[in-house]
């Protein structure tokens, strides 16, 4: 099993940045594909970035290309979140995810485990 905690969001003005943590725990980090979900009030939770199972490319949406990096440090178990240019369209909680066995990065049942969430509200 793994465990995932996030952190690192917070409030900040429209066109500031926040950088996400994602520290992961339990089984190899290395045997799983990590992704970044969101979620805003009374909408579905959405993809946001995912790096492919073999970790050579990373994925995006339309929404945060060009403003947002995933990127991750394996001696630190822990994947990130860059998130610069913020809109406040990008306001929701945020949740890192693990995968194992998977193509299917958008999808949200394609993951295996959860982070709890961390908070990024953007300020107009």
């Known amino acids: 099993q793994v465990q995932l905690v996030e952190s690192g969001g917070g409030l900040v003005q429209a066109g500031g940045s926040l950088r996400l943590s994602c520290a992961a725990s339990?089984?190899?980090?290395?045997?799983?594909?990590m992704g970044w979900f969101r979620q805003a009030p009374g909408k579905e939770r959405e993809f946001v970035a995912a790096f492919s199972w073999s970790g050579g490319r990373t994925y995006y949406a339309d929404s945060v290309q060009g403003r947002f990096t995933i990127s991750k440090d394996n001696a630190k178990n822990t994947v990130y979140l860059q998130m610069n240019s913020l809109k406040p369209e990008d306001t929701a909680d945020y949740y890192c995810?693990?995968?194992?066995?998977?193509?299917?990065?958008?999808?949200?049942?394609?993951?295996?485990?959860w982070g709890q969430g961390t908070q990024v509200t953007v300020s107009s």
């Open positions: 339990g089984r190899t980090f290395s045997s799983y594909a």
């Open positions: 995810a693990a995968r194992a066995a998977s193509v299917y990065y958008k999808r949200t049942d394609a993951y295996d485990y």
